[in-house]
């Protein structure tokens, strides 16, 4: 059984911060990359950033700058230290883990920047 916790979402001012976490627990192996995606009402879900167990990185345009992705791979954990948050940026966070045999995704925690 794998569980894949995401903690740290809230509210929060424009301008301000949040630092996501998440980590994957149970029998799980060969994790290749952890990341978070993130879902606005009305919108598709889309990548927000995600990194490999070696370290490469991949950060939605949007966040450039603003989001930094770093994991610790002895703890099957990835944190999203999200810096000058915009209203744009409200939406719900999900983790997502991904094996060479499957994904994994936690339930969610939501992010709402107010202006």
């Known amino acids: 059984q794998v569980q894949v916790v995401e903690s740290g979402g809230g509210l929060v001012q424009a301008g301000g911060s949040l630092r996501l976490s998440c980590a994957a627990s149970?029998?799980?192996?060969?994790?290749?990359?952890m990341g978070w995606y993130r879902q606005a009402p009305g919108k598709q879900r889309e990548l927000v950033a995600a990194i490999t167990s070696g370290g490469s990185t991949n950060v939605a345009d949007s966040v450039k700058g603003r989001f930094t992705i770093s994991r610790d791979n002895a703890k099957n954990t990835v944190y999203l230290q999200m810096n000058s948050l915009k209203p744009e940026d409200t939406a719900v966070y999900y983790c997502n883990v991904e094996t060479w045999y499957r994904t994994y995704w936690g339930q969610g925690t939501q992010v709402t920047v107010s202006s």
């Open positions: 149970g029998t799980i192996f060969s994790i290749n990359s």
